[in-house]
């Protein structure tokens, strides 16, 4: 465990704001995300170099999707194999999440080509990007003084990274998971879904899993993704027992260190409350419902906010989305 002595002050801003690099390589437009998703009820196309899923959905209906893509910009040539590909499978519309800002520009771009503001969204819109850039101990000094406390806390209590050991670490990851969900109100997947992401990814160094443990026991969990100089921090749990030895950020500054070794220089915390950051800021230590329980945990890494352009549908049966959208409101209605 590093010594952590020197860096007990508050956080320093970094000299230079965060770049997050928009519409790159992006691991959920990646051939293996499309056999990943494929196990689990999706089918899968790589369309002009944007990865597309479909999705039957109830009464023999079927959707089309592009999580974080395509890329931009927009061509006439790229969008009409998309529709040819959504015409050819029967979907009824063609949902976008695109890898771009939420600005003018990018709205422009999507409306001009026929696709609308769509309420229904599949991946987070708002998300806190961490620059892991330079040494460790600037990338120590922008996170705020209580985390990097609590990452040096973790160490003294005798909380370790557990080495290697596959097939126990999925089993744990996954109790840990229904455990966090649980207890925090979220839904999280089968245990196939996080043993068949791992055996997918980890071969190519895509993917890790980071078990921190107290005398064996599992106390926290980490599922990391890179490629290229991007990583995600997709899935994480934690015990509800021996909180107080701050397991998850051990776990988490773990991830962290293997994707700076991975040569990424952007770390994706992946999904916060989509309000302004100034809401954020004045509402995070009495708000904890949704993704607001786990705001209080990520913003302590000392990232930048950022808002993508969200979900935009493109409809080929306007009758058939009508009847789609009058569903989700009643499904929703019902689960509240």
């Not at 170099?49 to 079927?62: D, I």
Request: include cysteine.
């Amino acid at each position: 465990m590093r010594n952590l002595a020197g860096l007990g002050g508050e956080s320093r801003p970094c000299t230079m704001p965060l770049v997050w690099h928009w519409n790159s390589e992006h691991i959920l437009q990646t051939q293996t995300w499309g056999k990943l998703k494929s196990r689990f009820g999706w089918d899968w196309a790589n369309v002009n170099g944007t990865l597309l899923l479909f999705r039957r959905l109830p009464l023999g209906l079927r959707a089309a999707y592009a999580p974080r893509g395509p890329r931009f910009p927009l061509t006439a040539e790229t969008l009409a194999a998309l529709e040819a590909a959504c015409r050819a499978r029967g979907a009824f519309f063609l949902k976008l999440e695109p890898d771009m800002p939420d600005t003018p520009e990018t709205a422009q771009a999507l409306a001009m080509h026929g696709f609308r503001p769509a309420k229904q969204t599949i991946q987070p819109r708002r998300s806190i990007i961490l620059d892991i850039t330079g040494s460790e101990d600037e990338v120590l000094a922008r996170m705020k003084q209580k985390t990097r406390y609590n990452i040096r806390l973790a160490g003294k209590k005798e909380v370790k990274i557990r080495a290697t050991n596959k097939e126990k670490n999925l089993v744990d990851f996954n109790a840990l998971m229904h455990i966090t969900g649980a207890r925090d109100g979220f839904g999280v997947h089968a245990a196939s879904y996080y043993q068949a992401a791992y055996e997918l990814f980890q071969p190519h160094g895509q993917c890790e899993l980071f078990i921190a443990e107290y005398q064996g026991q599992p106390l926290a969990g980490v599922m990391a993704f890179t490629l290229g100089r991007r990583a995600w921090y997709f899935y994480g749990a934690s015990a509800n027992e021996e909180r107080q030895r701050m397991a998850p950020y051990l776990a988490q500054w773990a991830a962290i260190q293997w994707a700076r070794a991975r040569g990424a220089t952007e770390y994706d915390l992946w999904g916060v409350p989509d309000e302004e950051e100034a809401t954020l800021e004045a509402e995070f230590e009495t708000r904890h419902d949704g993704l607001w329980g786990v705001y209080r945990f990520k913003r302590g890494w000392g990232g930048q906010v950022v808002r993508a352009a969200g979900a935009w549908d493109k409809v080929f049966n306007p009758a058939l989305y009508q009847a789609y959208l009058l569903y989700l409101r009643f499904r929703k209605a019902n689960l509240s």
